[in-house]
Nanobody, 127 residues
Framework: QVQLVESGGGSVQAGGSLRLSCVASAYSTSFNCMGWFRQAPGKEREGVAAVYIGAGSTYYADSVKGRFTVSQDKVKNTVYLHMNGLTPEDTAMYYC????????????????????WGQGTQVTVSS
């Protein structure tokens, strides 16, 4: 059974950094797309970043471009989200997502792109 387990969330002050990790129980060449979503209280879940594993292509929401970086470590079966310059607006539950199909620039941000989801890790940024 495929499982995605996130870690690395926490509380930081504005301007700080965090690195989220997502470990997949089944990885290697299985998943072609892995991504990060977030959901703040009272708001819809939104795509933050994704990586097309096969090509190494990365995609980002405009709100995080230049601050967040998504990366992968196939040896460790892990995808990371490096978050710098955090602001209170980044406060949310962050979810890892994965799918066997590749992701595309025009659709990576849609929840329906991903068939597998983690339980989430909370990120809280104080001003």
């Amino acid at each position: 059974q495929v499982q995605l387990v996130e870690s690395g969330g926490g509380s930081v002050q504005a301007g700080g950094s965090l690195r989220l990790s997502c470990v997949a129980s089944a990885y290697s060449t299985s998943f072609n797309c892995m991504g990060w979503f977030r959901q703040a209280p009272g708001k819809e879940r939104e795509g933050v970043a994704a990586v097309y594993i096969g090509a190494g292509s990365t995609y980002y929401a405009d709100s995080v471009k230049g601050r967040f970086t998504v990366s992968q470590d196939k040896v460790k079966n892990t995808v990371y989200l490096h978050m710098n310059g955090l602001t209170p607006e980044d406060t949310a539950m962050y979810y890892c997502a994965a799918d066997y199909d590749r992701c595309y620039r025009g659709s990576w941000h849609l929840q329906g792109t991903f068939g597998y989801w983690g339980q989430g890790t909370q990120v809280t940024v104080s001003s």
